[in-house]
């Protein structure tokens, strides 16, 4: 008796993924000649490596350290809470890019943050897929790991945005001596915004303020609810709900004080009616035995009397 041979599985075939070693780089362009129409078409929307383009070359937007990306994070925080509360102004981040038609060039940026005022005249719209207008303020955080990119923030962008007439513009880094805030002046140029009592505030963002020592201590919103400084616009709803729940319980403590009073007022009363009743029984009591005292001592003085009138006779 024969037997067949049991038939192999056909092997099957899974598609081969490199590991992240052999992961392929995307290439950058940074520096290529290109058009402005074709930053427009081909590089503005890359998903890989994204791009700015200054007078015909592209730029390569670099990358900022951890330590200054979580100082981005809270100041983004801080000023989402701020809206929030005063809805003045929409905002962007870093994928929406911006023309900037300078005197001697022009140039498309993307800033990390960029901040749209509502009485703008050109606001923000759904759809929109770059700004035509220019921002009210720019945030980027700094990328300090080659001194290019530092010079590229603190001094290019610094002249651009100036020329451009965005209005204020600020530098974040986890390095206290890299940090900067500017305000344009009458004459066109940035001025550092003041610095009160370590307090930066904002005069695109009437209102907006924050402790320049806080980018990098990051306290939690629960914390800065009571703090001076935030409290008007960070967790304001949970604040008052709080302060009305704690003038509930004052309140109610306050009526329960209140009838705990009444209670012992009604308490001394009947105290006091007890009292009375006790005084007016033993009053009762005395006239009673003063009453039988006297009818006693008559009764004894009138049988003295006879006595006296009988021995008489």
Not at 75 to 98: K, Q, S, T
Not at 135 to 159: M, N
Not at 282 to 291: F, I, K, Q, S
Request: with cysteine; net charge negative.
């Amino acid at each position: 008796m024969t037997h067949s041979a049991a038939t192999e599985p056909a092997p099957v075939r899974t598609k081969a993924y490199p590991a992240p070693d052999d992961a392929i780089e995307p290439r950058s362009e940074d520096g290529r000649r290109v058009s402005e129409a074709d930053y427009w078409a081909e590089y503005y929307h890359a998903a890989d490596i994204c791009y700015e383009w200054n007078n015909g070359r592209l730029e390569e937007k670099p990358v900022s350290s951890w330590d200054t990306i979580a100082v981005y994070k809270w100041l983004m925080g801080l000023l989402e809470h701020f809206l929030r509360v005063h809805p003045i102004a929409d905002w962007v981040v870093l994928d929406m890019g911006f023309r900037l038609a300078l005197a001697e060039k022009t140039v498309i940026r993307r800033p990390d943050l960029g901040v749209v005022r509502r009485d703008n005249p050109e606001p923000l719209r759904p759809g929109m897929a770059s700004y035509p207008g220019v921002f009210d303020l720019c945030i980027e955080a700094l990328s300090d790991l080659r001194q290019r990119d530092i010079r590229r923030d603190t001094v290019t962008k610094h002249g651009e945005y100036a020329g451009g007439g965005v209005p204020e513009y600020y530098i974040l880094s986890h390095r206290d001596e890299h940090q900067a805030f500017y305000s344009l002046d009458a004459s066109g140029l940035y001025v550092p915004l003041p610095i009160t009592d370590g307090i930066v505030r904002s005069r695109v963002l009437p209102g907006f303020q924050f402790r320049q020592r806080d980018l990098c201590a990051q306290p939690d919103w629960d914390s800065l609810r009571a703090d001076p400084v935030y409290a008007g616009f960070v967790l304001p709803g949970w604040t008052a709900a709080e302060q009305r729940a704690e003038l509930a319980t004052v309140r109610a403590e306050t009526e329960a004080a209140r009838a705990e009073l009444a209670t012992e007022r009604a308490e001394v009363a009947t105290e006091r009616a007890e009292t009375e009743a006790a005084r007016a029984e033993l009053a009762t009591e005395r006239a009673e035995t003063e009453a039988a005292a006297r009818q006693q001592a008559e009764t004894e003085l009138a049988r003295l009397r006879a006595q006296i009138a009988a021995s008489k006779q």
